[in-house]
């Protein structure tokens, strides 16, 4: 953890714990920097997110916060604050949780901003109320927390998340794992949340086939809890590569920019694929997209909107899924194509 230059407001920011929400976080720190283009902005954040920040030009630095889900980390918390105390200005809390709230007041951060919940009175110093109506997503909450209190939600802008990418790390994944130069596409079949947001696996691999059939070589991503999905999709599947497990963060970033288009659930590396400029198939089933959309306008959204859909839940409460299964890889296959054709046409 390198320490910033004195120049500027010093800003710390306590990032999310999701890999979406890091990425849709980068719309708070492009607001922070337009605003101050000589601020400095640290993070907090769970170590697995580094690799994610170091692609954020916005970041000066990135200070670990290591505890597990439900862990309340005491020990861990304070000692991260006292090597913070007496370096930032102002910190804005993303997270709505006490516990997330506790580092900045340790480390007696003069400013803190966040929005009220679980009583956090003593925690903050700048409370905002949540507006659901007015900030209606995920994205736009992050950055209304770096506007001054009181301005016009109304006319808030969303700057959109753009990863940098390292194209001589990408050639290097690319060789080490045996990926052809064919036009690439993309297949993220997890999803963190649970089986309601997840296209089904049999729907996937229908796809796949398709895919290489029309010339296209299939890259399946995903970390180790995917690698079993990734081989339903890809088992004696010519074409098809199950990297589920297989790669870094830092790594699947680079692949995902390499790749024509993606096939994704409302996930995680969806925003990444988004960020880093890659065309995006984006399947929403219990999820919907008018709450955590992909931040592009290189995207095509498939959603049934069915009367039982958006339900937000983890498992289906109906038990069928309906929402997804319903969604045909037909359908995904025609606006793949469709897409490329465009690109094509543009080239």
């Known amino acids: 953890?390198?320490?910033?230059?004195?120049?500027?407001?010093?800003?710390?920011?306590?990032?999310?714990?999701?890999?979406?929400?890091?990425?849709?976080?980068?719309?708070?720190?492009?607001?922070?920097r337009q605003r101050q283009p000589d601020c400095q902005i640290g993070v907090v954040a769970p170590g697995w997110s580094q690799p994610i920040l170091e692609r954020m030009e916005e970041v000066g630095e990135v200070a670990t916060l290591d505890v597990t889900h439900g862990e309340f980390g005491w020990g861990t918390r304070r000692a991260l604050a006292k090597r913070l105390k007496g370096r930032f200005d102002r910190a804005i809390v993303l997270p709505?949780?006490?516990?997330s709230a506790l580092v900045p007041f340790l480390a007696r951060i003069p400013r803190r901003t966040?929005?009220?919940?679980?009583?956090?009175?003593?925690?903050?110093?700048?409370?905002?109320?949540?507006?659901?109506?007015?900030?209606?997503?995920?994205?736009?909450?992050?950055?209304?927390?770096?506007?001054?209190?009181?301005?016009?939600?109304g006319a808030l802008t969303v700057p959109r998340p753009r990863l940098r990418v390292d194209s001589d790390n990408m050639a290097a994944v690319r060789q080490g794992l045996g990926l052809s130069s064919r036009a690439a596409i993309g297949m993220?079949?997890?999803?963190?949340?649970?089986?309601?947001?997840?296209?089904?696996?049999?729907?996937f691999r229908e796809l796949a086939q398709r895919l290489v059939a029309e010339g296209f070589e299939v890259r399946v991503?995903?970390?180790?809890?995917?690698?079993?999905?990734?081989?339903?999709?890809?088992e004696s599947q010519q074409g098809v590569h199950n990297l589920c497990?297989?790669?870094?963060?830092?790594?699947a970033v680079d692949l995902l920019a390499d790749c024509r288009q993606v096939v994704t659930n409302d996930s995680g590396l969806m925003h990444v694929a988004a960020a880093v400029g890659t065309r995006v198939q984006a399947l929403y089933g219990s999820s919907s997209p008018a709450y955590t959309p992909p931040l592009t306008d290189n995207a095509t959204i498939h959603t049934l909107?069915?009367?039982?859909?958006?339900?937000?839940?983890?498992?289906?409460?109906?038990?069928?899924?309906?929402?997804?299964?319903?969604?045909?890889?037909?359908?995904?296959?025609?606006?793949?194509?469709?897409?490329?054709?465009?690109?094509?046409?543009?080239?």
């Open 221 to 234: 991503l995903g970390g180790p809890k995917d690698a079993e999905a990734g081989e339903a999709i890809a």
């Open 245 to 251: 497990g297989k790669t870094r963060l830092a790594d």
């Open 114 to 153: 966040g929005f009220t919940g679980e009583q956090r009175y003593g925690l903050l110093t700048d409370r905002r109320t949540l507006d659901k109506t007015a900030l209606d997503q995920t994205v736009k909450r992050f950055v209304a927390l770096g506007l001054p209190p009181g301005a016009d939600l």
């Open 305 to 347: 909107a069915l009367e039982c859909s958006p339900c937000f839940q983890r498992t289906c409460p109906l038990g069928h899924t309906n929402c997804l299964v319903q969604l045909s890889p037909q359908r995904v296959l025609q606006a793949i194509l469709a897409s490329s054709a465009e690109l094509i046409g543009r080239g």
């Open 188 to 203: 993220m079949p997890g999803a963190e949340y649970g089986p309601a947001k997840q296209w089904p696996l049999r729907h």
């Open 96 to 99: 709505r949780s006490w516990k």
């Open 1 to 32: 953890m390198r320490a910033p230059p004195s120049s500027g407001e010093r800003i710390l920011v306590i990032g999310p714990s999701w890999v979406g929400d890091m990425v849709m976080a980068q719309s708070l720190l492009k607001t922070l």
